[in-house]
């Protein structure tokens, strides 16, 4: 039998673990559950199917993709109503880096920005 990949979670180092969970949690609707006194101190941030881990970068600044190599989000999540889920972002404050709009590479997507400058997309491939 084939083995096959199931599921994957993003792991995003943070300077202020803290910060950027309650960011997640009251800006985007995640919630979040504290493993902070474990070997290695984490926060996992769960919302429908999906699950973000936050881990401590120990004072290192956050670094995005697009920074670093010139393009490239830090994230990206498939999701078919980008219309409502844009909507609800906005109204809790969220920042929007680009709107929705079907790319040239087939997608229909939207870009925001995290608490510490990530790029995270949201979209679904279209024909």
Known sequence: MKNLLLLSHCVFPTPDIIQTANFYEQKMGFTAVHYLNAT????????????????????????????????GYDAYFITKDQEELQKELIESGVKIVRSIANTDYHNKEFVMEDIDGRWIAFGIKVN
Do not use: A
């Open 40 to 71: 290695e101190p984490h926060i996992c941030l769960y919302r429908d199917s999906t699950e973000i881990i936050l881990t401590e970068s120990r004072g290192q600044k956050v670094v995005p993709n697009r920074e670093l190599y010139g393009y």
